[in-house]
């Protein structure tokens, strides 16, 4: 007999696939001079297809830009569609980039853990399939605003070797991206509040809980998941998960952009990355909004400043 918890994210699950839709056969027309593909499937979990949505300008320049979509541990489609988020990739469109919107798994079903597995896997499918979409698969920029800056950095820094000796061809390619640009960004989850609070702890003093924080053990043979109650795991976990563990030389140049007024992510957390990554010599800049909260009204025009810098640090130079 199916237990109620298996029967909850069996319903939970098919819920979400109802809300996926089949890969079009063509690519729809949008505004500005820019076609949109929809539902193009980057991989499978659960019986379910993993989601993008593919924006191609008119004039390419022959580079790609991952934008993971997510807010507060929610994903869809549907976030797309909003005019905020034209605003947001239609600088990048007029620069010539191909964006590709990538969906994640959404909570309480699934956690942060999947949505930087999620992410990695799309980045190593846009690196496959770079032919058909017309971009160079050694130049990739990855971006996201709040808690998709959170999952962009964090496959920015723990940047994987694909898996030689997998069967399955996506696999075999890197999720390494060249460049990063993200706004109001968590950079560090065990450092968060004024007081040095980790961020699951804040929340709970606030009266508050994100499903995208309860981390599990997967049983390798059965899939099965038990939700990990250890405190100091679940601080390893959110130091994992926390991009300035993972700064190293090698990172990719990055760019933030974050109001000093926020007080749903505080600035420093850009603060702190940017001053890792300077101090290991990789190319960082931060651009801080004076007076401005979190998503402040318009931020969404200053993804031409993102675009610039991954003109500067993606396309090709005979001086690099």
Avoid at 42 to 63: C, Q, W
Avoid at 84 to 92: A, D, K, N
Avoid at 103 to 112: A, D, K, L, R, Y
Avoid at 158 to 183: H, K, L, T, W, Y
Wanted: contains cysteine.
């Amino acid at each position: 007999m199916r237990s109620r918890a298996a029967t909850a994210l069996f319903a939970a699950l098919a819920l979400s696939a109802i809300g996926a839709r089949a890969s079009l056969a063509g690519a729809q027309t949008g505004p500005g001079e820019y076609s949109r593909q929809s539902d193009v499937i980057y991989g499978h979990k659960f019986g379910l297809a993993l989601t993008m949505e593919v924006f191609a300008p008119a004039k390419r320049n022959g580079l790609g830009v991952v934008w993971i979509v997510s807010s507060s541990g929610t994903s869809n489609r549907e976030q797309t569609l909003q005019p905020s988020f034209e605003r947001r990739v239609l600088p990048f469109l007029e620069h010539g980039y191909t964006v590709f919107a990538v969906i994640h798994g959404s909570s309480p079903v699934f956690q942060v853990q999947d949505y930087v597995q999620d992410g990695r896997r799309a980045v190593r499918f846009v690196r496959h399939r770079a032919n058909e979409f017309g971009i160079d698969a050694q130049r990739l920029g990855i971006s996201g605003s709040s808690a998709g800056g959170l999952i962009a950095l964090t496959l920015a820094m723990r940047a994987e070797d694909g898996r030689a000796a997998s069967e399955d061809p996506v696999e075999r390619e890197s999720s390494r991206v060249q460049a990063v640009g993200c706004f109001f960004p968590p950079t560090d989850l065990m450092d968060f509040g004024d007081a040095s609070e980790n961020i699951v702890d804040l929340m709970r003093q606030r009266g508050a809980s994100d499903p995208s924080f309860q981390f599990y053990d997967v049983d390798q043979k059965t899939g099965a998941r038990t939700l990990i109650t250890d405190r100091q795991e679940v601080l390893r976990l959110l130091s994992d998960v926390s991009p300035v563990t993972h700064v190293t030389a090698d990172d990719p140049p990055t760019i933030l952009i974050h109001g000093d007024a926020d007080k749903a992510v505080p600035v420093q957390q850009s603060r702190r990355l940017v001053t890792r990554l300077t101090e290991a010599k990789v190319p960082a800049r931060l651009v801080v909004r004076e007076g401005m909260g979190h998503a402040w009204p318009g931020w969404e025009q200053d993804s031409a400043l993102i675009a610039e810098w991954f003109d500067a640090y993606l396309r090709p130079s005979p001086a690099r």
